[in-house]
């Protein structure tokens, strides 16, 4: 016996209040990554087409913290370009740092640039990112990789004068997206932990146009 062919037409749309044993031959129940094609003045043509449909390609990952640097003890009076030393350790690993600062805001540029150039040479861990401003330095991983310690000593300034190293946002878990944006080729996701406490994260996702890959 040969099968019967069923055709439809879809020109009445989706339908799921109506019962199975009743369905129109012009209506569909339910679709996933299909549209409805249309002919240019937006009526149905009574034809389907398959859309891309999504796929798992990251998750949010938990954040480490992110350490605040700032001046202490005279640090910045003591700032009159002479060339002084102070070793810095981050989590398991000490290296001296050299600044000739004459303004606090130099002392910050030229301490965020040697970190990230000890970064950069293998010294301290892959990862480290430092930012400077006018307040101080920002020290956090863009790996994600735990930071917990940072210390200063053997200052040739003077033991009174130091930095003030203290973690300005804790480490975040459990991130779930709570908003989300398109800014061109870019998707930005707000996110914030499940829990209540914590700190909220922006994320900016980049990917390929041409192969959907996902670079950043």
Known sequence: MARQKIKNTFLKGMNQDRSWAKADPQQYREASNVRLLTDDIGSSMGSISTVRGNVFDFAIPDTSEVYSLEEQNGLEASLNGTSHTFDLKINAVTSSISYSAGEIDSFYTQLSDSINSLVDSGVYDAGLIAQSNDSG?????????????????????????????????PVAVNLQVIGQTRLRELAILFTCPKIADGSGQIWKVEWDTKTFLLLH
């Open 137 to 169: 330095v920002i020290l956090y991983s863009s790996i994600h990789s735990s930071i917990f310690s940072v210390v200063s000593s053997n200052w040739s300034v003077g033991i009174t004068a130091g930095i003030n190293a203290f973690i300005k946002t």
